[in-house]
Every structure is written in C-alpha cells, then in structure tokens.
Nanobody, 122 residues
Framework: QVQLVESGGGLVQPGGSLRLSCAAS????????MGWYRQPAGKQRELVAT???????NYADSVKGRFTISRDNAKNTVYLQMNKMNPEDTAVYYC????????????????WGQGTQVTVSS
C-alpha cells in the first residue's frame, strides 16, 4: 500500500506565508514527478507546481515568483512554500505523485493525497 499524507494547511492573512508538506509512504521503489494542485470552491482542480525527480520545476503563471516547490528524495516528501498569499489562493490543495511500488512485481501508478484546506482571509 502507498499513500500520500499532506499537512500544513490553515488560515493565513493576505500577504502571509504557509508551507505545505506531503509525505509518501509504503513499499515505494521510486517516485517520479511530484506536484501540487488546488481546487477552489465551485471550480475545477488546477495545477500549481510540479517537480521532477531531478529537480526540474514547473509553475502556474498565477503563482510564479510567490510559490516554491521542493522535494526531499530521501524522505519521499514534497513541499510547497507559499509567500505573498492573496485571497485567490484559497482552495483545497492536493498532493500528486507518480510512484513505482512493489506488489508481485513493480507497478507504476499516479496517487493523490486527501487534500488540505488553505484559506487566505483577513
């Protein structure tokens, strides 16, 4: 069994910062691309940022210069540092990862975390 567990969401004032974490656990062989997505209330889920196993990153235009994605491969963990936050960043944030894991053989599958609420409000 493999799972992604997110932490770090909460309430922050405009202009403030939050750091999200997502740890993968289970019979993991390797993790390829990891990323963060978000879903504002009543809207579709959208890409925030992704990072490959070698550290190449990609960001949505709306968060460039404010958010930073990083990962610790030894801990199977991805982070999202969010700075200069504004109310438009309010959403449920989901972790995503492409994980190869052991079953009877080696299997590659895409996983989602359970989501963590981030609210930006004064």
């Amino acid at each position: 069994q493999v799972q992604l567990v997110e932490s770090g969401g909460g309430l922050v004032q405009p202009g403030g910062s939050l750091r999200l974490s997502c740890a993968a656990s289970g019979s993991i062989f390797s993790i390829n691309t990891m990323g963060w997505y978000r879903q504002p209330a009543g809207k579709q889920r959208e890409l925030v940022a992704t990072i490959t196993s070698s550290g190449n990153t990609n960001y949505a235009d709306s968060v460039k210069g404010r958010f930073t994605i990083s990962r610790d491969n030894a801990k199977n963990t991805v982070y999202l540092q969010m700075n200069k936050m504004n109310p438009e960043d309010t959403a449920v944030y989901y972790c995503n990862a492409d994980i190869s894991y052991y079953t009877t053989g080696l299997t590659l599958r895409n996983y989602w975390g359970q989501g963590t609420q981030v609210t930006v409000s004064s």
